[in-house]
């Protein structure tokens, strides 16, 4: 029986959850591969660092170079997140023929064109399920059962920790509290958890977001998406307002990532909050679920979705890609398998695109929300009566199907009146 070596890049969140797997299911590992599980070297920033999940003090170290270099290593496991030096990291593992296995989406997305060549050249496996949504085996399935189909779109809430916190902001506005707590206290509750970071941004300004759409589409079209072409909006600007409004309307409010081929051939690749109807199936993920919902010209109609936070989903992934790595070392066959052979394609920007829109103002008088319903006639608005409000007047208005660049250049001088305070807008589900 042959015996896998690990070098296990980061012992964090995800590390720890991959090292508790290993252990709970080794067993299973060895009865899946015929192979034995050995962790070589653990490489962290601060061996003196307290750990959840204990680590034998003889595999700590700091020397991530000589970790990926070691000979004995069979497979490397990136955990460590960031673009370096995990990106180099990477590099050198593939250019030493050893198979890498990685959640990092951020190097996926910004340079994962380049380490699938590397890897192909080297005869090494690169593996990358746990980057996109988790324990969700989307890209798995989109390279095996549902390569044959011609994908149409792809819709869904691949940032679970957002889905968490606009689910809890939506629960303490139902208990109570008050619209401009309801966000921090909600955000506080995911950090408390380890869902966020203590610096949240890659989460609640949509870049975690925006990363894995990048990849999704590249898998689903089988084109090259650069990241800068993936439009990018978090939920840092929503306020409990908005939640509240969208319920009183029949809405829900998620953070979610689409990608479609439009009618003129171009790719659009997106994230944003997005209002969509209640009985939606992705509206009914609540907390830390992820889903995606894809259509395509054989299968019609797929939804994937389940609990995709925190470290023990994300090792389910790694799981399966160790897995899979393993099975082509003992057979002799890693890095054969041919990777999609992607197309270069045009991307479209948002602006080719026309949405419903959800426009709330807040005034310093009734006066100013004139100016707002006056901007968006074109539309046809359905404007709900105006409401005083803490912050002044305040008014929704929901508009027919609009052009996105006409629809933004009407409302873009009226972002610098004196008199508006807010004015929010909001997409709805295309």
Partial sequence: MRTIRIALLGAGTVGGGVLSLLRENAELLQVQTDCRFEVRHVVVRDPAKPRAVPVPPELITTDAENA?????VDIVIEVMGGLEPPHSLIRHALQAGKSVITANKMVMAIAGDELIRLATTHRADLLYEASVAGSLPILTLLQGALAGNRIE???GIVNS???????????????????EQAYSE?????QSLGYAEADPSSDVEGYDAQYKMAILARLAFLQYVPLESVYREGIAHLSGRDLVWARRLGYGIKLIG????????RLNVRVHPTLLPLEHPLYGLRDANSGIWLQGNGFRELFLHGFAAGARPTASAILGDLILAARNLRMGI????????????ETAPIEA???RYYVRTVGTSEEPLKAVREALAEWLPEC?????????????CLTALAPESLFQAHLAPLRQHPDIRQLQVIRFLS
């Fill in 68 to 72: 990926v270099r070691d000979p004995e």
């Fill in 153 to 155: 779109r792809a819709v």
């Fill in 161 to 179: 920790t957002t889905n968490f916190i606009l689910t809890r902001m939506e629960q303490a506005l139902a208990m109570g509290v008050a619209a």
């Fill in 186 to 190: 909600a955000l506080a509750q995911a």
């Fill in 258 to 265: 689409t990608a479609e081929r439009l009618s003129d051939g």
């Fill in 334 to 345: 890693a890095g054969t398998t041919p990777q999609p052979s992607l197309q270069p394609g």
């Fill in 353 to 355: 695109i026309s949405f």
């Fill in 384 to 396: 709900q009566p105006v409401e005083q409000i803490p912050e002044g007047y305040e008014q929704v």
